[in-house]
């Protein structure tokens, strides 16, 4: 007996500046530095950042600035939130 999966990605509306557009997903990407070979220069590491990949009414698809994208329609209402405060 076969087991079938079916998985499915949620396309979400946004808006990218004026812009209508679908939210596919977030795109992590990262960067390698090498240490300077400057006496005092830095020691070289990791720079990551997050991006959405977004796509646009004519079908092109974008990278675009976590900050750009404004969803519209709030996922948040689906959730429930305790009516009394948590204190930390």
């Not at 812009?19 to 300077?36: D, N």
């Amino acid at each position: 007996m076969a087991t079938e999966f079916i998985i499915e990605t949620e396309l979400r509306p946004c808006m990218i500046g004026d812009k209508k557009a679908l939210f596919h997903t977030w795109s992590h990407i990262s960067q390698i530095i090498p240490p300077s070979v400057m006496v005092g220069g830095h020691s070289g590491g990791v720079v990551a950042d997050t991006y959405a990949l977004v796509e646009f009414e004519d079908g092109s698809v974008k990278r675009c600035e976590v900050g750009e994208v404004k969803f519209l329609h709030s996922k948040i209402n689906e959730y429930c939130f305790a009516e009394t405060e948590i204190e930390i």
